[in-house]
């Protein structure tokens, strides 16, 4: 194993997660759609405002749209929260989650599509170990930067039965500026624009034409 990956893997036992935050700007009804982000771990003494992710919750609802955030152990909190609402069937959903929220990311979408529902994007960026992208997804974006010694991410996979758009995008190559390490690209402001711009069209949640297998995929037990 390399050192910084055996580095992680030890923060991943003595760090703390951080909880769903519930504050800043007020959360708009789901009417737009809704976006479900992913943070990865926070050393204990940072808070979720020190993060990347709540920033990016408060540009989606800033443009009107539903937004929320949440650690990577709360996947399944966060689908069954999603699903508990009265109109999730007809709602545009869209999620992301950088580094372990990756991993979250893609779980949170399987457990959507074993529901019966479609996500219309969904968005990792420097992904540890995401699980594979499953079928009901329409448009998967994995970025990531970082590289040697310093890569920690994960390249997205797509399940065998996924017929939707999976794109990867080199955010070292794209946009030169700025930080591409692991860490540091959660809060780079750059970046964080191009995934809000990825999840949300202005003021909604970015549609996506229907994959040719997805029908039969939400069918699917």
Known sequence: MALLPLLFALCVAGCSTMVVQKGGL??????KGSVYLFAGLTPDGDDMAQSGMYSLTQYIRAAGVRADVYNPAEWKKAADNFLAQPRHSKTQVAVAGYSMGGNAATQFAERLRAAGVPVQTLLVFEAYRPTPVPCNVRRAIDMYGSDGLFALSSRLQPERSFTGRLETVDWSKLHKAGRHDH??????PAALEYVKHALINESRVRPQAPSRGEAACLARP
Do not use: D, I, Q, Y
């Open 26 to 31: 007020t959360n708009p009804p789901a009417e």
């Open 183 to 188: 860490l540091g690209v959660s809060k780079e």
